[in-house]
């Protein structure tokens, strides 16, 4: 058997929350509330949001140990116009910008959601995305000093890119530094054999990651004892992974926000030493 060499630098258990999950309306409030509660990272809009707030951001960002994992919004290029997918292109090209300015890890993009709108085969749409529009988004990034993150999904949402594996083929095939892949434990545990190959095949292209219950998409910790990331967590730490782990999912109706996100914490940190 191979013998993987030891990761550059150890891993990280870098804690992350989506911007409308934080506790808080005003930018600052937000964030002492993340470094006060003990997290390391933290997720932002994509949108008329990031161009508006970016240098607000960047201001209430000076002096403070938070980084910016990622910018989280809808994305689509699976429409057979090709107008239509230069305009999802020329859409983002500004939000790169100010995501390099930030110094932010990168931004999520889905390159195809559903199937109704499809006016190209798969492999058609695949193959303009790996050599037009996300390869043209992954340069723009690698120059704005951030990255194009591709997320896999469920086979029920997406006609390709459903695993890991998948997504880091194509960051392989744009031939860009700008290009990476993230995994995400619920869409993972639907579409995956292993957390831990599906992570491991993200290899160095793997920079982000989402994490929620696997039963319910709800705070980790709430579906009891399915909710078990150590499997994943083991691949992390091989790959001596630095990017940050971050909640994506609801609520449930009763019980105390904080307190839910204090066991999540709590049950995160006790998996990832356990790995």
């Given at each position: 058997?191979?013998?993987?060499?030891?990761?550059?630098?150890?891993?990280?258990?870098?804690?992350?929350?989506?911007?409308?999950?934080?506790?808080?309306?005003?930018?600052?409030?937000?964030?002492?509330?993340?470094?006060?509660?003990?997290y390391?990272?933290?997720?932002?809009?994509?949108?008329?949001?990031?161009?508006?707030?970016?240098?607000?951001?960047?201001?209430?960002m000076a002096g403070?140990?938070?980084?910016?994992?990622?910018?989280?919004?809808?994305?689509?290029?699976?429409?057979?116009?090709?107008?239509?997918?230069?305009?999802?292109?020329?859409?983002?090209?500004?939000?790169?910008?100010?995501?390099?300015?930030?110094?932010?890890?990168?931004?999520?993009?889905c390159?195809?959601?559903?199937?109704?709108?499809?006016?190209?085969?798969?492999?058609?749409?695949?193959?303009?995305?790996?050599?037009?529009?996300?390869?043209?988004?992954?340069?723009?990034a690698?120059?704005?000093?951030?990255?194009?993150?591709?997320?896999?999904?469920?086979?029920?949402?997406t006609?390709?890119?459903?695993?890991?594996?998948?997504?880091?083929?194509?960051?392989?095939?744009?031939?860009?530094?700008?290009?990476?892949?993230?995994?995400?434990?619920?869409?993972?545990?639907?579409?995956?054999?292993?957390?831990f190959?599906?992570?491991?095949?993200?290899?160095?292209?793997?920079?982000?990651?989402?994490?929620?219950?696997?039963?319910?998409?709800?705070?980790?910790?709430?579906?009891?004892?399915?909710?078990n990331?150590?499997?994943?967590?083991?691949?992390?730490?091989?790959?001596?992974?630095q990017g940050?782990?971050?909640?994506?999912?609801?609520?449930?109706?009763?019980?105390?926000?904080?307190?839910?996100?204090?066991?999540?914490?709590?049950?995160?940190?006790?998996?990832?030493?356990?790995?």
């Amino acid at each position: 058997m191979p013998k993987l060499a030891p990761p550059p630098k150890p891993a990280k258990l870098n804690l992350s929350l989506q911007w409308g999950t934080i506790p808080g309306k005003e930018i600052n409030e937000k964030l002492d509330y993340m470094e006060q509660s003990g997290y390391q990272a933290f997720e932002i809009p994509t949108g008329d949001w990031l161009l508006k707030n970016g240098e607000a951001l960047k201001k209430a960002m000076a002096g403070r140990k938070l980084f910016i994992a990622t910018a989280c919004g809808p994305s689509n290029f699976s429409y057979g116009e090709p107008e239509k997918r230069e305009a999802e292109v020329q859409k983002f090209l500004p939000q790169l910008e100010v995501l390099g300015m930030l110094g932010a890890v990168g931004l999520i993009l889905c390159p195809a959601r559903g199937y109704k709108q499809m006016g190209l085969g798969f492999k058609e749409l695949r193959d303009d995305f790996v050599g037009n529009t996300g390869k043209r988004l992954a340069e723009k990034a690698a120059q704005c000093g951030t990255a194009i993150v591709l997320e896999p999904l469920c086979h029920q949402e997406t006609p390709f890119l459903k695993q890991v594996a998948d997504g880091a083929a194509m960051c392989r095939d744009m031939e860009s530094p700008g290009a990476k892949v993230m995994g995400d434990f619920w869409h993972m545990n639907r579409e995956e054999t292993s957390f831990f190959g599906a992570l491991m095949s993200g290899g160095k292209y793997l920079v982000h990651i989402h994490i929620a219950s696997l039963r319910n998409r709800r705070v980790p910790g709430t579906d009891g004892d399915a909710d078990n990331y150590v499997d994943g967590f083991k691949a992390l730490k091989l790959l001596g992974y630095q990017g940050a782990v971050s909640f994506e999912g609801g609520f449930p109706k009763d019980g105390n926000r904080e307190e839910l996100l204090g066991r999540m914490k709590q049950l995160l940190r006790e998996q990832w030493e356990q790995a």
